[in-house]
């Protein structure tokens, strides 16, 4: 079995910053790509940024220059740098990875709320 948990979450006002990190753990002999996603209420779950094993990463348009996902493949950890906040990036986050011979895991969700 493989658990994915998240850290990071929380209150922040506009303009702010945020580190949220994942690590995964259990039975894990190849960590493929990683990723983000995120869902805010009545909306439907988005992919926010993702990233390969040799590192090439992808991001929503709404998130670009703002937002940096980064992976330590040693540690089977990826992070999400998330910068100049706005209220629209309220959303419960959830990591993914895809493992193995490419099975998909999520994490439980952590929430993050911009607001003044």
């Known amino acids: 079995q493989v658990q994915l948990v998240e850290s990071g979450g929380g209150l922040v006002q506009p303009g702010g910053s945020l580190r949220l990190s994942c690590a995964a753990s259990g039975s894990i002999s190849r960590v493929n790509h990683m990723a983000w996603d995120r869902q805010a209420p009545g909306k439907k779950r988005e992919l926010v940024a993702a990233v390969t094993s040799d590192g090439s990463t992808n991001y929503a348009a709404s998130v670009k220059g703002r937002f940096t996902i980064s992976r330590d493949n040693a540690k089977n950890t990826v992070s999400l740098q998330m910068n100049s906040l706005k209220p629209e990036d309220t959303a419960v986050y959830f990591c993914?990875?895809?493992?193995?011979?490419?099975?998909?895991?999520w994490g439980q969700g952590t929430q993050v709320t911009v607001s003044s």
């Open positions: 993914y990875a895809n493992v193995n011979r490419g099975s998909n895991y």
